[in-house]
């Protein structure tokens, strides 16, 4: 029998064992489970990291296919540890059972169960499992999870870690353009360091580190927790098609880019054939910003999180995350799609577009091997919105010159990108 099959098998009798709100009948067969009743199949993948840690650690995949969603998938990652492989397969099992069915089988049911509390519920009954807290889901139907953690003994920093933490933040705008996804947040303590929180979406579709997570207060040594959330976009909302679009968006102009002299050629090329002037635009300024970041990201550069944006109404946003903006965190999401399928020299022009990027090069090419990639950090970059007065860019720069001067009074290096 393949691990996979017995992972599977181990769910079931995790299912069985249990019984209650998480019961029904199932069914076993070749390498797919029926759940709930036949209302979801289970398949399962082992992605192990390394052969030493095969033993004693695993790394699955469980993807549930929901039969009354129009067969959307849910894929969940799950690491499992124990004294060899049989216990690491266990614990992954259970480690599902415990984090994962509760929401997903909440979600079919419309109502919370096992642990499982519905989100953002204005006046909720707590003992109903409604929480008025949003987990950073806000308006969205939410079905979140058990938190389950290890190495946290002291009972207050796992009340700190409650519905009014953002554990899911930036995972609505980060999604694929489909109805349901799973998400899962884990938060790892560093001590003096803070907290650092990774989100993952739909597996490993979006992986996101956020090393300075709001978790209210501070972090113990060491310990790590993690959650689990079904979240749903509503069935007519707009916002599904509009990323769809900003996906077909992406992808040409990743795909044209090599094709054309300029970018400019490239855009008016694009419209030309009716892509939205605006997400062609937000794929020049933004998504290109993604593709350079994740080329140079290992070397170690410490970029800013967040951007200063001007608007073509004429405000100027400060301090806006990128995670919350779909052009940049999509085209991270298919930058990896993007890399196996482009040649690789133009999939390095690609990223090296930027003035971020290309601003790097530079100082490389003048600094040869002297330049320690990993000292440079970076202040934020103003992003114009098409349409945008040459005013409300002006005044983008004073803010961007102000933070300019604060970094250079408390002795911060610093790099400016526009």
Same mark, same amino acid.
């Given at each position: ?45 082992? &992605? ?81 499992? +409604? ?52 998400? $899962? ?59 769809? +679009? ?65 608007? &073509? ?56 091997? $002297? ?37 250079? +009074? ?9």
């Amino acid at each position: 029998m393949s691990d996979a099959a017995r992972l599977l098998e181990l769910i079931e009798t995790c299912l069985v064992e249990h019984g209650g709100d998480l019961g029904g009948w199932t069914l076993l067969e070749d390498d797919a489970l029926q759940v709930f009743d036949g209302r979801a199949t289970l398949r399962a993948e082992l &992605r192990d990291a390394s052969p030493a840690a095969r033993e004693g650690m695993v790394h699955a995949h469980v993807f549930a296919t929901l039969h009354e969603y129009d067969d959307e998938v849910l894929d969940a990652c799950l690491f499992g540890m124990g004294d060899d492989r049989e216990g690491a397969l266990k614990q992954a099992a259970a480690i599902w059972m415990t984090a994962v069915a509760g929401p997903i089988r909440s979600f079919l049911d419309d109502r919370p169960i096992c642990m499982t509390c519905r989100a953002g519920v204005p006046g909720g009954d707590p003992s109903a499992g +409604e929480v008025e807290g949003d987990y950073g889901l806000p308006g969205l139907r939410a079905f979140v999870g058990p938190m389950i953690s290890r190495a946290f003994d002291d009972e207050p920093f796992r009340a700190e870690l409650d519905e009014t933490r953002p554990w899911f933040r930036f995972a609505a705008e980060s999604a694929a353009p489909r109805r349901v996804h799973l998400a $899962k947040a884990s938060v790892i303590a560093r001590g003096k360091e803070g907290w650092l929180r990774v989100l993952e979406i739909d597996g490993h579709d979006v992986s996101h580190k956020d090393p300075d997570w709001p978790a209210g207060g501070g972090a113990p040594e060491f310990g790590y927790a993690t959650r689990f959330a079904v979240f749903e976009f509503p069935p007519d909302s707009p916002e599904i098609a509009r990323r769809a +679009e900003l996906e077909r968006t992406i992808r040409r102009f990743a795909e044209d880019f090599a094709k054309h002299e300029t970018a400019d050629s490239l855009m008016e090329d694009m419209i030309a054939r009716g892509f939205d002037p605006d997400l062609v635009h937000e794929c020049e300024s933004i998504a290109t910003m993604a593709f350079g970041r994740l080329f140079f990201e290992p070397a170690g550069i410490r970029y800013s999180s967040t951007v200063i944006r001007a608007r &073509r109404d004429g405000r100027v946003e400060a301090d806006v995350p990128l995670m919350s903006i779909p052009a940049y965190s999509r085209a991270r999401a298919l930058a990896a799609e993007l890399r196996e399928t482009m040649p690789d020299e133009e999939f390095r022009s690609l990223c090296l577009y930027h003035a971020e990027s290309n601003g790097i090069v530079k100082a490389i090419e003048a600094a040869g091997a $002297k330049l320690n990639l990993a000292r440079l950090k970076f202040c934020p970059c103003i992003v114009p919105d098409r349409g945008a007065s040459d005013e409300t860019v002006a005044a983008a720069h004073k803010v961007l010159q102000e933070w300019i001067d604060r970094g250079r +009074e408390a002795g911060k290096p610093w790099w400016k990108f526009w």
